[in-house]
């Protein structure tokens, strides 16, 4: 055996392996970086591990995209048996730039009642995480998960030390 | 003077205006047909996703290069501030565009409202101007010149929402500040403005206005309960641009619940319309003032500047 050919049949034997496991649950990523917001803080390392075995189901946080079925009352009447999408990531259906005029005339085009006024992707993260950190006693302050970047600082004017009822003319 | 002071202030003039038209000509120059430019901008705004984090104002506060704050944006100690002996929650000023205020009903859990002009339809600013300062473009702001006002305060009395406020920077160089909803940095440009792009919630939604219409009412309908069933801004006051969807009726969140629906103008052009010699009089009268404001002010520069009033219209300040 030619070392080429030693090389073919390893890749083959690789390729074999990769295929062999790309189940759901090897293509779940363990961590995922939220980087959306980086010049106001830092992005936010997501443990999707971890997430992943507290929920019950995929469908909590993925809808109907999953093929694991829906809790949604919405997705359900459609989505009841749908199979899995090819693409899961919640930033293929819930754009990071929700009120640009490109996606403005996309989505006056929608025709799909339920998948109208559907929300970005900033507030798609904070209605998810939020809802359930309140039920779950996860963090729920702004810094608690997103640690800000010195220019966050200056955004926020961090430093103001003025009294609460100086100027101003109410 | 409070809101509603100033309200009363009005309804008062109207009042006047009205007792003395001995009939025949009420409503014969009301406005209330203009429906505005069809695919102007909104924004609609949902009580029920606010979380009083108040970026919205640090961002305006960026974007509008306004004067550093007294308190951090992220210091919400400022919900518990309270004017004119606790009648008044904070408002808008020179220094702030926008401010969010909290509402704590009974048996509900804290409510914010963010603050800033509404971008009527019809606006009472700007009928109430008597130097044509201000003006509504096609993508719905309403926007001012700075360089022309004369700081007579008639927007800040007609303004049902307690927006305009002034800079007082020298005697005769008070001029109107107010949100402007960024026309010029970005809505004219296609772009939302800061507060909406910064808002963590999406509580505030941007977007046609007829479009965020149907959003509103389909938002109400898909969550029973979640919501009153009202737009508020649809039809109140002749229509406004920024809207808002509320889990408690509006009075509770500081809205006025009944505005009516005619828009501000036809009041006051109703009350014009009775004594016409106002209208011949008061223009030349403000313009006298203004000139009279311009040339005490600058030495060097002011004939630049009453050359530019024309060319630049309602350019920011
Ligand atoms: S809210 Fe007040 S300042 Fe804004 S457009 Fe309406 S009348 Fe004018
Ligand atoms: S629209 Fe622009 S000017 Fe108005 S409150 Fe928002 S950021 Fe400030
Ligand atoms: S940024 Fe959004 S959530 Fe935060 S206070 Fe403003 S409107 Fe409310």
Known sequence: MSAKQILTTLMMVLALIVVGSTTMAADMPEQVSLDTMVELFEA????????????????????H????????????????????????ACINCHVSDPFSSEHLSRESQEIYQF????????????????????????????????????????????????SADEGGHH | MSGISRRKFLAASVAVGAATTLG????????????????????????????????????CNKEQKLPDPNLPFDDMSVFDQTFHHGTQKRR????????????????SEPIYRKVQ????????????????????????????????????????????????????SSAFGAVVKKCIFCHETRLKDGLPPACVEICPQEALTFGKRKDLLKIGHQRIQTHPGRYIDRVY?????????????????????????????????????????????????????????????????????????????????????
């Open chain 1, 115 to 162: 998948h109208i006024d559907r929300p970005g992707l900033k507030a798609a993260y904070h209605w998810n995480c939020i809802g359930c950190h309140e039920e779950m006693d996860g963090p729920t302050g702004c810094e608690d998960c997103h640690a800000r970047t010195p220019e966050g600082d200056e955004f926020y004017h961090k430093d103001a030390t003025g």
């Open chain 1, 44 to 63: 936010v390392e997501f443990d999707h591990d971890m997430h992943s075995e507290l929920g019950e189901d995929c469908s909590v946080c993925h809808h």
């Open chain 2, 24 to 59: 025949g000509t009420k409503k014969a120059l009301a406005a209330g047909s203009f429906s505005g430019y069809p695919n102007s901008m909104g924004v609609l705004v949902d009580l029920t996703r606010c979380i009083g984090c108040r970026s919205c104002e640090a961002a």
């Open chain 2, 233 to 317: 801004g649809e039809k109140e006051l002749g229509g406004t641009h920024w809207m808002y969807l509320s889990p408690i009726p509006v009075e509770e969140v500081g809205f006025d619940p009944r505005p009516g629906n005619e828009p501000i103008i036809s009041h006051v052009k109703e009350f014009l319309g009775v004594v016409p010699m106002v209208l011949a009089i008061w223009p030349a009268l403000f313009t006298g003032f203004h000139l009279l404001a311009k040339n005490q002010e600058g030495h060097g520069d002011h004939e630049h500047d009453t050359e530019h009033q024309h060319d630049e219209e309602g350019g920011q300040q």
């Open chain 2, 117 to 168: 002009c509404n971008h009527c339809a019809e606006p009472a600013c700007l009928s109430s101007c008597f130097v044509n300062a201000y003006t509504k473009t096609k993508e719905g702001a309403v926007i001012y010149d700075g360089s022309v006002c004369v700081g007579c305060r008639n927007c800040m009395i007609a303004c049902p929402f307690n927006v305009p406020a002034y800079s007082y």
């Open chain 2, 92 to 107: 808008t000023d020179e220094s702030a565009y926008t401010v969010v205020n909290r509402y704590t009903p009974e048996g």
């Open chain 1, 65 to 88: 995209t999953t093929g694991t079925g829906t809790t949604d009352d919405r997705c359900i009447s459609c989505h009841a048996n749908s199979d899995e999408l090819e693409t899961v």
